[in-house]
């Protein structure tokens, strides 16, 4: 059964630094992965989706890696604003097509 | 594109009543959407896979019968939740799949709905 870890659960940061996001995943054999925004009391936003032959993607300032024989993820936002105070859930698809989620990293950027 | 919508976005209601959440995709036909359960600083937990036209595939431990999902057309999946109690309130969000060009099946998902039982 696939598990999905993120590390840490709760990140605090100054505004202007960089920042690293992690997310393991138990099972190699996945589709893709894809990290998403969640705002207090709102539905997902979708950041970026790698596919399972990819190494990384990037939008803006987000970077998200992936090695898939070790299991891991890493989401790189580089220059945090306020504005990038929000819960991030790594997720990961399967054979089945369903998406596993990580319980996410709660990240506060301090004015 | 590719917009999902949840109706209500929030309902609170007496314990015992039904309600019925529903979620549409506004932009786009999706042959299956998905329900998700999530607690207070939890995950999303599937709870159950919505294809159109048949009977939807619940998720080790979801009541089938508590739990109701209709998903009448290719753009329009319901939830109702039959004589709820207050253990049933949580966050429940829906996803509809398409072939996005990222991924085969991405899914899209909705803004969520809140649902509060007294």
């Known amino acids: 059964k696939q598990e999905v870890t993120q590390i840490p659960a709760a990140l605090s940061v100054p505004e202007g630094e960089n920042l690293v996001l992690n997310c393991s995943f138990t099972?190699?054999?996945?589709?893709?992965l894809q990290w998403f925004r969640q705002d207090p009391g709102k539905g997902l936003t979708s950041l970026l989706l790698?596919?399972?032959?990819?190494r990384e993607q990037t939008s803006g300032r987000l970077n998200a890696s992936l090695d898939k024989s070790s299991g891991r993820s890493t989401l790189y936002i580089a220059a945090s604003q306020p504005g990038d105070s929000a819960t991030y859930l790594c997720?990961?698809?399967?054979?089945?097509?369903?998406?596993?989620f990580g319980k996410g990293t709660k990240l506060t950027v301090n004015p | 594109g590719a917009v999902v919508s949840q109706h209500p976005s929030w309902v609170i209601c007496k314990s015992g009543t039904s309600v019925k959440i529903e979620c549409r995709s506004l932009d786009f036909q999706a042959t299956t959407m998905f329900w998700y359960r999530q607690f207070p600083k939890q995950s999303l937990m599937l709870m159950a896979t919505s294809n159109e036209g048949s009977k939807a595939t619940y998720e080790q431990g979801v009541e089938k019968d508590k739990f109701l999902i209709n998903h009448a057309s290719l753009t329009l999946s319901t939830l109702t939740v039959t004589s709820a109690h207050p253990e049933d309130s949580s966050f429940y969000i829906c996803?509809?799949?398409?072939?996005?060009?990222?991924?085969?099946?991405?899914?899209?998902f909705g803004p969520g709905t809140r649902l509060t039982v007294l």
């Open positions: 997720a990961v698809t399967g054979g089945s097509e369903k998406l596993v």
């Open positions: 790698i596919q399972s032959s990819q």
């Open positions: 996803s509809a799949s398409l072939n996005s060009g990222r991924a085969h099946n991405e899914q899209f």
């Open positions: 099972d190699s054999a996945i589709y893709n």
